[in-house]
Structures are given as structure tokens and as C-alpha cells.
């Protein structure tokens, strides 16, 4: 049993207005604003995370070349010592 146009397009047209009704209370309570706020804390310690690890694989790199004698190129000599 198919309905006629008209009812597809009540069906639209109050879908749209309940979205923008979420919309404009989503953004009057400052939703949007926390979200954020929250959403870049959360990647700056992600961020602070992923550079001790880095720092911590690279120290272990060049300490396990070095138990092994193997001569360390210059460059993970270098990652191993940043940050410290």
C-alpha cells in the first residue's frame, strides 16, 4: 500500500524541523562548545602520549644496537636523545 506524495513530504518537513529543533538546542546549551573543548584535551594527550612512546621505542632501539655492538647511525642517535 503505497501513500501519496503528500505524505512523504509531511514526513520530510517535520523531520527537517525536529533536526533543527535538536540543532538550536544543541548549540544554546553550549553542547557543541564542551564537545570541543573536551575532543582537544583528549588529542593533546594523545598527542604528549605518542611522543614519549616515540621517545621511549628510539631509546630502546639505540640501547639494544649497542648491547648487539652495532654501530648506531646518527640519526636514531639523535631520536633517541630528544625530549631528555
Same mark, same amino acid.
Given at each position: 500500500?503505497?501513500? &501519496? &506524495?503528500?505524505?512523504?513530504?509531511?514526513?520530510?518537513?517535520?523531520?527537517?524541523?525536529?533536526?533543527?529543533?535538536?540543532?538550536?538546542?544543541?548549540? *544554546?546549551?553550549?553542547?557543541?562548545?564542551?564537545?570541543?573543548?573536551?575532543?582537544?584535551?583528549?588529542?593533546?594527550?594523545?598527542?604528549?602520549?605518542?611522543? =614519549?612512546?616515540?621517545?621511549?621505542?628510539? *631509546?630502546?632501539?639505540?640501547?639494544?644496537? =649497542?648491547? =648487539?655492538?652495532? !654501530?648506531? &647511525? &646518527?640519526?636514531?642517535? =639523535? !631520536?633517541?636523545?630528544?625530549?631528555?
Amino acid at each position: 500500500m503505497a501513500h &501519496p &506524495p503528500a505524505f512523504y513530504a509531511k514526513v520530510a518537513a517535520g523531520s527537517f524541523l525536529l533536526g533543527m529543533g535538536m540543532e538550536y538546542f544543541m548549540i *544554546s546549551t553550549g553542547f557543541y562548545e564542551k564537545v570541543t573543548a573536551i575532543e582537544s584535551e583528549r588529542l593533546s594527550e594523545d598527542w604528549d602520549d605518542r611522543e =614519549k612512546r616515540h621517545q621511549e621505542f628510539w *631509546s630502546e632501539v639505540s640501547r639494544q644496537a =649497542k648491547e =648487539k655492538q652495532i !654501530n648506531v &647511525p &646518527p640519526e636514531i642517535e =639523535k !631520536n633517541s636523545k630528544e625530549g631528555t
